[in-house]
């Protein structure tokens, strides 16, 4: 399972963006972010924290909590990690992101319209 699933809500719009619970009863930076579908210089914001990966991709990004991005363009091909150089922080942000217990908010700047692009957040959820 990838985990809580997040999509755009209308293939005209340039970004997904929602939010998603979780039940971890500490904070928690350990988890993965799977984004699905076409995006070009992505900016991703998770609680207010925002990062940019430079490039155009066109199917499966796969991004850890400690920094390793990897991409494969479909299914029946293996993941090629890419450079760290491609992941950008944004202006007075810091690196990584964190989760939060209760309500999380997400937003993904695609750069591109017309495309179906979902993202998939699945924490290491610490509970009692």
């Known amino acids: 399972m990838l985990g809580t699933k997040i999509c755009k809500k209308e293939l005209c719009n ?4 929602g939010k998603f619970y979780s039940n971890t009863v500490l904070e928690t930076d ?10 070009e210089d992505p900016v991703i914001h998770l609680n207010g924290n925002a990062m940019r ?15 390793d991005v990897f991409y494969r363009e479909d299914d029946c091909c293996d993941f090629d ?3 760290i ?3 950008e922080l944004m202006n ?4 990584g992101w964190s989760i ?3 309500y999380n908010s997400l937003l993904v700047e695609t750069n591109d319209c017309c495309e179906p692009v979902c993202v998939f957040i699945k924490e290491d959820k610490i509970t009692y």
């Open 14 to 17: 340039n970004y997904v963006a």
């Open 92 to 95: 007075c942000n810091t690196f």
């Open 100 to 102: 939060k217990h209760g």
């Open 30 to 39: 350990v988890f993965t972010m799977t984004i699905i579908g076409r995006v």
């Open 81 to 83: 990690k890419l450079p």
């Open 85 to 87: 150089e491609n992941l």
């Open 53 to 67: 990966l430079k490039g155009i991709y066109d199917g499966e990004l796969l991004i850890e909590s400690n920094g």
